[in-house]
Structures are given as C-alpha cells and as structure tokens.
C-alpha cells in the first residue's frame, strides 16, 4: 500500500506525484525517500500560494519558496512555473535538495530539513519528522525498486561515483534543468532503519 502522500487528492494524482518524485530523484542523485517525505511534508498542489512572515511565499505542489526563485530568474524560472502541475515543481525540488546537501552544514538529515528552514527550532522539528516519513517510503521503494541504503557496504563507493558524475555535469551545464536545536539528544542518534535510499539504475 502506498504510503498517504496527499491525503485530500485523488488516488491518481497521488501516484503521479509519486511517480515525478521518484524522477526526480534519479535524475539529480538525491535519496528518493527523502523527496518522496519533503512532498509528503509539504503537502501542497498545484496553484497554490502559502505567504510566510518575511514576504517570500511557498509554492506549489512542493511548496518551493520564493526566495530561491533568484537563484533561477537567469533561466527565466518564475514562481508560476513553480506553481504548474506536472513533474517540473518536483524537479526544482530535488535540484534544491541536492544544493542543500551538497553545500550546506550538517547531517544529512539537518540538511534535507533546510529545505523547510535553517531556524535550528524549526528545522529539528522537520527533521524528526522527515526521519520518520523517509523511513516509511524507504520500505515502500525496497519493496518496489532495487535500491540501497546509503549506510550499506558498498553505498559510499556508489554515492562517490554518482558524486563525480554530477561534479562534471555541474562543470559543464551551469544550469537547474541539469545540475543536478535539539531538545534531547537521542534525536540525534542514527537509525539503522531510517536511512536514505538511491535508486540503482542501469549503467548505459
């Protein structure tokens, strides 16, 4: 059964987004449950706009805020392309996730929670539930995919190799489309169930 992903959507559209989640995630080297539990977090839909305190809105069925929108203006990216049904939001999704990751300070899972905020309150509280919703949809994709986790014998040789893949990607295309506090501190200890899976593709 597939994990709730948008509880007010029809069954269809819920397997869609599933579906450009998962897209999304190969195609910029992110864990697919963690794209698969921002969305789920999120929670938005196509169209909508959520105006937050500092005057920058979230967007959309990943609710992308629109004060990365900057950072994308060059290629001609607008909130309203943000805003559009369709696979395009959850790519613009992921491809922020992978800046977080691959610039920002922290775990992995602080990290992904920047995408929410980088207020430490606001980001702990994220980041313990998107621990939990990402171990679900781990199970999920492991039954469904073959997939690894990223704790795993093997998973860092892999992660390396996706990593220098994307460097040259990044080197020569510029460009989103292919570029790809806590309260107590058992929060912080790992889970050795709730850890992120990548997608095994076939090598070309």
């Known amino acids: ?3 709730v992903l948008h ?8 397997q869609e987004w ?22 789920e ?23 992308f805020n629109t004060s990365y929108i900057s950072d994308l203006a060059r290629y001609g990216i607008t909130a309203n392309d943000v805003a559009v049904t369709g696979c395009y939001a959850f790519d613009l999704a992921a491809w922020r996730l992978r800046r977080h990751i691959t610039t920002d300070a922290g775990d992995l899972w602080t990290k992904a929670a920047n995408y929410h ?4 309150q606001y980001n702990q509280a994220y980041r313990t539930d998107l621990i939990r919703k990402a171990a679900v949809w781990a199970t999920w994709l492991d039954a469904r995919f ?13 992660m390396q190799d996706h990593a220098q893949k994307a460097k040259q990607i990044i080197r020569q ?32």
């Open 173 to 204: 295309h510029e460009d989103p489309h292919t570029d790809i506090v806590a309260k107590t501190s058992h929060l912080y200890k790992p889970i050795p169930s709730y850890v992120p899976r990548m997608l095994m593709l076939n090598k070309q």
């Open 146 to 158: 073959v997939t690894h986790g990223l704790a795993e014998p093997g998973a860092m040789l892999a």
């Open 18 to 39: 599933v579906a450009c989640a998962i897209s999304a995630a190969a195609k910029y080297r992110v864990p697919a449950n963690v794209v698969l539990a921002i969305a």
């Open 117 to 120: 905020s980088r207020t430490p």
């Open 41 to 63: 977090k999120e929670g938005g839909k196509p169209g909508q706009r959520k105006a937050n305190r500092n005057g920058s809105h979230d967007v959309g069925p990943m609710q």
């Open 7 to 14: 509880v007010d959507a029809p069954l269809v559209h819920a």
């Open 1 to 3: 059964m597939m994990p």
